[in-house]
């Protein structure tokens, strides 16, 4: 008698991700970053740190479902300022 129980998923943890995070290019719009571009690995409704100096809640931006087309011709999602001062 085999002792193999065949495929189930009782107590098992999932190997893949519930959704697909790719690097998303975003327009940042309003806030001390307007009209500057920013890529990282990030999904709608989330915030992000954007920019290169060190943490501040002006350089956090909340990314929104709206796409434009970049000055490069590649679409890009909008991300407006996460705390209004």
Do not use: H
Not at 33 to 51: A, E, F, K, M, N
């Amino acid at each position: 008698m085999s002792s193999d129980q065949g495929s189930s998923t009782k107590n098992a943890y999932r190997t893949s991700a519930k959704y697909q995070l790719d690097d998303r290019r975003l327009i940042l719009r309003g806030g001390a970053l307007d009209g500057q571009s920013w890529t990282g690995v990030i999904s709608v409704g989330q915030r992000v740190l954007c920019g290169d100096q060190a943490w501040s809640k002006e350089a956090v931006y909340l990314v929104t479902p709206d796409v434009e087309v970049g000055d490069d011709g590649l679409p890009s999602n909008i991300a407006v300022p996460a705390f209004q001062a």
